[in-house]
């Protein structure tokens, strides 16, 4: 059973797109965002929280990307 997952998008003043994923364990947080990144455009910088490197089992994973509007 897939678990609930949350993102939340930050937008500052100079229109960064701050995007934070919870919920997600691995790589699913990648997987979640990639078709919202694809309709707002090329990701220009991906920091990977340390749970994304924790085991699936773990229940909440924090990441945040930032993304360049086309």
Known sequence: MAEY???EYLIGKDGKITERVIGATGGS??????????A?????????????????????SNTQQSLEEN
């Not at 947080?29 to 694809?38: H, N, Q, S, V």
């Not at 085991?55 to 909440?60: A, D, G, I, Q, R």
């Open 29 to 38: 947080c990648i997987d979640t965002t990639a078709g919202m990144e694809k």
């Open 5 to 7: 997952q949350k993102i």
């Open 40 to 60: 707002i455009g090329e990701v220009a910088h991906r920091s990977l929280l340390p749970e994304y490197y924790s085991e699936e089992e773990t229940l909440e």
